[in-house]
């Protein structure tokens, strides 16, 4: 059994599924567990600057589009949030380009935002060619 049929099951036996925070974030993402706990507990998800801030470096654009699209009211990108996209290894252009796309025009981007870009490793040079075209 996977793990998203486990999930799956574990939510079909209980409205109440409580979800540890011992539960590590890669074996969620790899399993295809996280986009099932946001189809069910979006609404519940912390939007703070810091949570923000948190998924934008470890989650793919993929979920936070879907975060975005089901919360957008109530979520401002901020520089914090682009900061932190700019150190995530993975998928920090494609996280780069989305949140650039929602936050629009009104800000510049920051030399902090460029300085994380500058020491991302694995994406770095991709998104400074992003930030550049912006």
């Not at 507990?41 to 793919?60: G, K, P, W």
Request: charged content about 25%.
């Amino acid at each position: 059994m996977s793990g998203r049929e486990v999930a799956q099951f574990v939510f079909s036996q209980s409205a109440h599924t409580i979800i540890l925070e011992e539960v590590c974030l890669d074996d969620i993402r790899e399993n295809g567990v996280l986009s099932l706990l946001l189809d069910r507990y979006i609404h519940l998800l912390d939007t703070s600057v810091d949570s923000l801030a948190f998924m934008a470096n470890q989650l793919d654009h993929n979920t936070m589009a879907q975060l975005l699209g089901q919360r957008e009211q109530e979520i401002r990108v901020t520089e914090h949030m682009l900061e932190a996209a700019a150190r995530n290894e993975d998928h920090g252009k494609d996280m780069m380009e989305l949140l650039l796309e929602k936050k629009g025009l009104g800000e510049d981007i920051t030399e902090q935002v460029v300085e994380a870009a500058a020491g991302n490793w694995r994406s770095g040079r991709d998104i400074m060619a992003l930030l550049l075209h912006k």
